[in-house]
T-cell receptor, first 107, second 113 residues
Framework: KNEVEQSPQNLTAQEGEFITINCSYSVGISALHWLQQHPGGGIVSLFM???GKKKHGRLIATINIQEKHSSLHITASHPRDSAVYIC?????????FGAGTRLTVKP | DSGVTQTPKHLITATGQRVTLRCSPR?????VYWYQQSLDQGLQFLIQ???????AKGNILERFSAQQFPDLHSELNLSSLELGDSALYFC????????????FGPGTRLTVL
């Protein structure tokens, strides 16, 4: 079993829909990152969380340390949000990645 | 544009060869991280350098090595290349600590034939 599990693997939505991507992990962590990888391959760090909730524009990330679970929400989704979203957890001086969620937002 | 540069963008080489990938961090960032992204294994953390010193080590093979120079640029050396080393190699930088926001470079696509 992978230490970091993301769901769903693939997600197709209509423009304007509310999107939720989930990440569960099985190890103790010091922080959790959400990354966005564009179709061209470039990676952008969206959030780094160690507790609670963060918001940036239409993106919201939450983490529940006790339940070892994080969610990434996208409100009012747009075709430009189409990308692979990757959850990564930091274990002391190491980092483990989920397999990613491929999001397609249709106009 | 993240401010992190990587060269070359693409590299095609043969099995058994050695290559060097280069990364220049954002101005002011002291930490550099190297990652490998392959189709079968996804993203993997390789190694982190902070201000010239190795700070953290992930899943880096013994055939791979890295260093960070006094001007803070970093190089990842891959030797005795195998077909399975074909991947995207990303460099990222952050201000200091491993918990800081990381800024990713565009990646180097390595193809081993």
């Amino acid at each position: 079993k992978n230490e970091v599990e993301q769901s769903p693997q693939n997600l197709t939505a209509q423009e304007g829909e509310f999107i939720t991507i989930n990440c569960s992990y099985s190890v103790g962590i010091s922080a959790l990152h959400w990354l966005q990888q564009h179709p061209g391959g470039g990676i952008v760090s969206l959030f780094m969380l160690s507790s609670g909730k963060k918001k940036h524009g239409r993106l919201i990330a939450t983490i529940n340390i006790q339940e070892k679970h994080s969610s990434l929400h996208i409100t009012a989704s747009h075709p430009r949000d189409s990308a692979v979203y990757i959850c990564a957890v930091r274990l002391n001086n190491d980092m483990r990645f989920g397999a990613g969620t491929r999001l397609t937002v249709k106009p | 544009d993240s401010g992190v540069t990587q060269t070359p963008k693409h590299l095609i080489t043969a099995t058994g060869q050695r290559v060097t990938l280069r990364c220049s961090p954002r101005s002011g960032d002291l930490s550099v991280y190297w990652y490998q992204q392959s189709l079968d294994q996804g993203l993997q953390f390789l190694i982190q350098y902070y201000n010239g010193e190795e700070r953290a080590k992930g899943n880096i093979l013994e055939r791979f090595s890295a260093q960070q120079f006094p001007d803070l640029h970093s190089e990842l050396n891959l030797s005795s290349l195998e077909l399975g080393d074909s991947a995207l190699y990303f460099c990222a930088s952050s201000v200091a600590h491993i918990t800081d926001t990381q800024y990713f470079g565009p990646g180097t696509r390595l193809t081993v034939l």
